[in-house]
Protein backbone atom coordinates (compact mmCIF):
# COMPACT_ATOMS: atom_id res chain seq x y z
CA UNK A 1 0.00 0.00 0.00
CA UNK A 2 1.26 3.36 -1.02
CA UNK A 3 0.55 6.13 1.08
CA UNK A 4 1.02 10.35 0.06
CA UNK A 5 0.21 12.64 2.81
CA UNK A 6 0.40 16.60 1.91
CA UNK A 7 -0.88 19.41 3.42
CA UNK A 8 1.81 20.75 5.83
CA UNK A 9 3.43 23.95 6.25
CA UNK A 10 4.20 26.74 8.88
CA UNK A 11 1.36 28.47 11.14
CA UNK A 12 0.60 30.42 13.77
CA UNK A 13 -0.88 29.28 16.95
CA UNK A 14 -4.04 29.53 17.15
CA UNK A 15 -4.73 28.86 13.34
CA UNK A 16 -6.12 25.72 11.58
CA UNK A 17 -4.92 23.21 8.75
CA UNK A 18 -6.10 19.97 7.45
CA UNK A 19 -3.85 17.02 6.24
CA UNK A 20 -4.74 15.04 3.41
CA UNK A 21 -3.59 11.10 2.77
CA UNK A 22 -4.48 9.46 -0.33
CA UNK A 23 -3.85 6.02 -0.32
CA UNK A 24 -3.84 2.79 -3.33
CA UNK A 25 -6.00 1.10 -1.11
CA UNK A 26 -7.73 1.23 2.18
CA UNK A 27 -7.02 -0.84 4.87
CA UNK A 28 -9.14 -1.13 8.22
CA UNK A 29 -7.57 1.51 9.76
CA UNK A 30 -6.16 4.69 8.92
CA UNK A 31 -5.21 7.72 10.48
CA UNK A 32 -2.36 9.65 11.96
CA UNK A 33 0.87 9.78 14.15
CA UNK A 34 3.19 12.13 14.44
CA UNK A 35 7.10 12.72 16.11
CA UNK A 36 8.47 15.52 17.28
CA UNK A 37 12.38 16.25 17.38
CA UNK A 38 14.17 14.24 19.67
CA UNK A 39 10.82 12.20 20.79
CA UNK A 40 9.26 8.89 19.53
CA UNK A 41 6.39 8.26 17.18
CA UNK A 42 2.88 8.89 19.06
CA UNK A 43 -0.69 8.37 17.89
CA UNK A 44 -2.36 11.16 17.10
CA UNK A 45 -6.07 9.68 15.95
CA UNK A 46 -7.44 7.12 13.60
CA UNK A 47 -10.56 6.06 12.07
CA UNK A 48 -11.78 2.44 11.23
CA UNK A 49 -13.58 1.42 8.25
CA UNK A 50 -16.84 1.58 10.72
CA UNK A 51 -16.19 5.08 11.72
CA UNK A 52 -14.79 4.50 15.15
CA UNK A 53 -12.35 7.07 16.27
CA UNK A 54 -9.44 6.91 18.69
CA UNK A 55 -7.77 10.74 19.60
CA UNK A 56 -4.47 11.70 21.60
CA UNK A 57 -6.17 13.24 24.78
CA UNK A 58 -3.61 16.27 23.74
CA UNK A 59 -6.05 16.63 20.65
CA UNK A 60 -9.09 15.85 21.65
CA UNK A 61 -11.84 18.64 20.79
CA UNK A 62 -9.25 20.64 18.29
CA UNK A 63 -8.63 18.39 16.06
CA UNK A 64 -10.80 16.08 14.15
CA UNK A 65 -10.38 12.74 11.54
CA UNK A 66 -12.12 11.63 8.71
CA UNK A 67 -11.97 9.19 5.82
CA UNK A 68 -13.52 9.27 2.59
CA UNK A 69 -13.38 4.85 1.34
CA UNK A 70 -14.23 5.62 -1.98
CA UNK A 71 -11.49 7.41 -2.31
CA UNK A 72 -9.24 5.89 -0.24
CA UNK A 73 -8.17 9.12 1.29
CA UNK A 74 -7.66 9.78 5.15
CA UNK A 75 -7.68 13.85 6.39
CA UNK A 76 -6.84 14.99 9.87
CA UNK A 77 -8.50 18.38 10.74
CA UNK A 78 -6.68 20.46 12.93
CA UNK A 79 -8.23 24.00 14.48
CA UNK A 80 -6.42 26.00 17.37
CA UNK A 81 -3.08 24.59 16.54
CA UNK A 82 -0.44 24.60 19.35
CA UNK A 83 3.22 24.67 18.99
CA UNK A 84 3.05 21.78 21.13
CA UNK A 85 1.69 20.26 18.02
CA UNK A 86 4.61 20.71 15.95
CA UNK A 87 6.43 17.50 14.21
CA UNK A 88 6.35 15.62 11.54
CA UNK A 89 3.39 14.13 10.18
CA UNK A 90 2.78 10.25 9.37
CA UNK A 91 0.20 8.92 7.36
CA UNK A 92 -0.56 5.18 8.47
CA UNK A 93 -2.75 2.32 7.44
CA UNK A 94 -2.65 -1.06 9.25
CA UNK A 95 -4.73 -3.83 9.06
CA UNK A 96 -7.68 -4.72 11.95
CA UNK A 97 -4.72 -7.61 13.00
CA UNK A 98 -1.77 -5.37 12.67
CA UNK A 99 -0.26 -7.52 10.07
CA UNK A 100 0.12 -5.12 7.55
CA UNK A 101 1.01 -2.05 8.83
CA UNK A 102 2.08 0.89 6.11
CA UNK A 103 3.35 4.75 6.73
CA UNK A 104 3.19 7.39 4.29
CA UNK A 105 6.25 9.93 4.26
CA UNK A 106 6.12 12.38 6.68
CA UNK A 107 4.73 16.09 6.21
CA UNK A 108 5.81 19.34 8.46
CA UNK A 109 3.63 20.77 10.63
CA UNK A 110 5.39 23.92 12.21
CA UNK A 111 3.13 25.82 14.79
CA UNK A 112 5.18 29.05 15.99
CA UNK A 113 3.54 30.90 19.08
Known amino acids: VQLQASGGGLVQAGESLTLSCSAS?????MGWYRQAPGQQRELVAT???????NYASSVKGRFSVSRDTFRNEVYLHMKDLKPEDTGVYFC???????????WGQGTQVTVSS
Open 92 to 102: NARSGDWTYNY
Open 25 to 29: RSLFS
Open 47 to 53: ITTGGVT
